[in-house]
């Protein structure tokens, strides 16, 4: 199948696969998942599982586990969601995306079983957990030596919990998808805290107390062990580098010197502390029994993080984060602050409709001169003109302008970095785009990003 044809028929899968439930709806039920799993002989349960749920940084700290596991010679497959361009991102063999012939066919050949389980069932299978079968099955044909995968929301509930992680990592608890979780931090990290398993190895990444006892408690309920972020674990020393930072990590089997790390942000020093952690734990380390350092070195240096304050542009410099809630949001302006240098930021937002568009704006405004309020083509994107009401008591109105098409907003944005107040140029501007996961993969498209 050519380049060509595989594009065609991808976009033929999508509109099939669009007509079942969106990710947005959710039912409390894993009957359909587990009965697709059991029809293709349940796969996976041939490959050892490393389970990552969370609010913000499920994904980086993901990519940074497959990294990890990929320089010490395993095979990998890795499953996240939601995707920056492309769908195939999601679903990752050897530490790249399937091509889209093979996206296509491994859908094709699990179609008869999802009719099976459509016929068998009052609500059909939604797109995420045919999605989440395409995955099993992909990462058992080909095979992979393990498995990473990041749960879509939650986590009790989610596709991916048919999977007995051995390894569960727990990336930082926010209020996130209240619609669908609840409002409390205690009721979201109730259903995050699912993925926990007998017997399994938990891993927290720093958390409020009112989630690390929910944690806690359910690991203390099943079993399972535990190693916490500050404690067993985490960052010794971080210092700002050109393109990155240099980290001093402590890891369950001892100090990782001279680390460097290219991404930018006390955060992702934080997810590299757990990722690290995480593999420790797969391979049983603890002290003394650390991995190889130069392998660790060599995996983080690989790392990337796409639309994770990834320069898409220089001067005037454009950056692109796909925070989309106020935790990721204050990481994001916290980022911002401490590691570049801007003389003036503009702020491109774009937020959808379900989420706390007010907490995004608040924490950005500290570090934003003005903002541009636009929207992403996705249905559920918030309306410009809603979002510039909720943007003039925290920036006000001189400070803000509406483009509604994300594409003029790029382009006002730049103009808006390389001008001061009296109209004249100024070197030394930025745009950060953000609010969204579909504003920075439309962003990263639109200055000629390649999927990845």
Not at 106 to 119: F, K, N, Q, S
Not at 142 to 161: I, K, R, S, Y
Not at 180 to 207: D, H, N, S
Not at 369 to 382: G, I
Request: with cysteine.
């Amino acid at each position: 199948m050519s380049t060509v044809e595989g594009v065609e028929e991808l976009r033929q899968v999508e509109a099939e696969l669009n007509q079942r439930w969106p990710e947005t709806k959710i039912e409390p039920d894993l009957s359909r998942i587990r009965l697709l799993a059991e029809f293709l002989g349940d796969p996976q349960a041939s490959y050892p599982v490393v389970h990552v749920t969370g609010t913000n940084g499920k994904t980086s700290t993901s990519r940074m586990v497959d990294a990890l596991f990929t320089r010490v010679g395993l095979r990998t497959g890795r499953y996240t969601s939601p995707h920056l361009q492309l769908v195939t991102e999601r679903i990752n063999v050897d530490n790249a995306p399937i091509p889209a012939d093979r996206y296509v066919e491994v859908y094709r050949d699990i179609e008869p079983y999802v009719a099976l389980v459509d016929g068998r069932s009052e609500v059909p299978m939604s797109k995420f957990e045919v999605l989440t079968g395409m995955a099993f099955a992909a990462f058992a044909d080909a095979p992979v030596d393990v498995a990473v995968l990041e749960v879509g929301l939650g986590g009790q509930w989610d596709a991916t919990n048919v999977a007995d992680g051995r390894i569960a990592v727990i990336t930082p608890i926010g209020l996130d998808h209240v619609d669908y979780l609840g409002p409390t931090l205690e009721g979201i990290a109730t259903e995050k805290a699912g993925i926990i398993k007998p017997g399994a190895v938990a891993l927290l990444a720093e958390q409020d107390p009112v989630a690390e006892q929910v944690l806690l408690r359910r690991i203390a309920e099943v079993d399972a062990s535990v190693a916490r972020q500050g404690s067993e674990f985490g960052v010794l020393r971080r210092d700002v580098a050109i393109g990155g930072q240099m980290l001093r990590l402590q890891g369950l089997g001892g100090v990782y010197e001279d680390v460097f790390l290219p991404l930018h942000g006390a955060h992702q020093a934080a997810n590299a502390a757990l990722a690290l952690a995480s593999v420790e734990a797969f391979f049983g380390a603890g002290p003394d029994r650390q991995l190889d350092v130069d392998a660790v070195r060599e995996a983080f240096a690989t790392v990337s993080s796409p639309g994770r304050l990834e320069r898409v542009r220089s001067a005037p410099t454009v950056l692109v984060d796909a925070a989309h809630n106020p935790h990721g949001a204050q990481a994001l302006a916290q980022a911002l602050d401490e590691e570049f240098g801007f003389r003036k930021l503009v702020a491109v937002v774009g937020v959808m409709g379900d989420k706390d568009a007010e907490g995004i704006l608040a924490a950005l405004e500290p570090v934003c001169a003005e903002v541009v309020l636009t929207a992403n083509s996705s249905p559920r994107a918030m309306d410009p003109d809603q979002l510039a009401s909720l943007a003039i008591p925290i920036f006000g109105e001189d400070r803000m302008v509406v483009q509604p098409h994300l594409d003029d907003a790029l382009e006002e944005a730049v103009r808006l970095a390389e001008e001061d107040d009296d109209g004249g140029l100024v070197s030394g501007g930025g745009v950060i785009v953000t609010g969204s996961v579909v504003t920075a993969g439309e962003a990263r498209a639109l200055f000629g990003k390649e999927p990845s």
